[in-house]
């Protein structure tokens, strides 16, 4: 007896991710490398403080665990301390004592990092929508930015 075809449609799909995948990973690092580049030359902070400050802004006025941060970008908890611990060096974070546990501190946005953040974040929308833009008239490019795009609109698959 035939395999049923559904299992063939599976692996077309996963190959598919995986020529996806392929393309995004060297994609992404080459953003990411331009991306940090043009974040510290302008704005003196580069992509991955930027975006932990992000994380503190969005709870401003609240503070967050460094694990918190972690979490939310992907990292491990050691990466977003020391990453915490330069936006601290720099003024634009503060550590602030946990009222229910005196050893632990939440990190919070200080009114330098709001301000750093303002400015910064239009930078990265713009260089963010310039890449995007760009690489989608780019034929190696074209279909997986268009993937990317398109992700938001569709069902999780199941």
Same mark, same amino acid.
């Given at each position: 007896?035939?395999?049923?075809?559904?299992? @063939?449609?599976?692996?077309?799909? &996963?190959?598919? &991710?995986?020529? &996806?995948?392929?393309? $995004? *990973?060297?994609? +992404?690092?080459?953003?990411?490398?331009?991306?940090?580049?043009?974040?510290?030359?302008?704005?003196?902070?580069?992509? #991955?403080?930027?975006? %932990?400050?992000? *994380?503190? *802004?969005?709870?401003?006025?609240?503070?967050? !665990? $460094?694990?918190?941060? !972690?979490?939310?970008?992907?990292?491990?908890?050691?990466?977003?301390?020391?990453?915490?611990?330069?936006?601290? =060096?720099?003024?634009?974070?503060?550590? *602030?004592?946990?009222?229910?546990? =005196?050893? #632990?501190?939440?990190?919070?946005?200080?009114? %330098?990092?709001?301000?750093?953040? #303002? =400015? #910064?974040?239009?930078?990265?929308? =713009?260089?963010? @929508?310039?890449? +995007?833009?760009?690489?989608? +008239?780019?034929?190696?490019?074209?279909? $997986? $930015? !268009?993937?990317?795009?398109?992700?938001?609109?569709?069902?999780?698959?199941?």
């Amino acid at each position: 007896m035939a395999e049923p075809r559904d299992s @063939d449609n599976r692996d077309a799909g &996963i190959d598919d &991710i995986s020529r &996806i995948w392929e393309r $995004v *990973v060297p994609m +992404f690092s080459l953003m990411e490398g331009q991306l940090d580049r043009t974040l510290t030359s302008r704005h003196g902070v580069g992509l #991955a403080p930027l975006m %932990a400050l992000g *994380v503190l *802004v969005g709870e401003h006025p609240g503070s967050v !665990a $460094v694990g918190g941060v !972690a979490r939310r970008l992907g990292v491990s908890v050691s990466a977003a301390s020391r990453v915490l611990a330069h936006l601290e =060096r720099a003024g634009w974070t503060v550590r *602030v004592a946990w009222p229910c546990d =005196r050893r #632990a501190s939440r990190v919070a946005a200080t009114g %330098a990092g709001l301000a750093l953040w #303002a =400015r #910064a974040s239009r930078t990265l929308d =713009r260089e963010l @929508d310039t890449a +995007f833009r760009t690489l989608s +008239f780019d034929e190696r490019y074209a279909h $997986v $930015v !268009a993937r990317l795009c398109r992700a938001a609109e569709e069902p999780p698959a199941h």
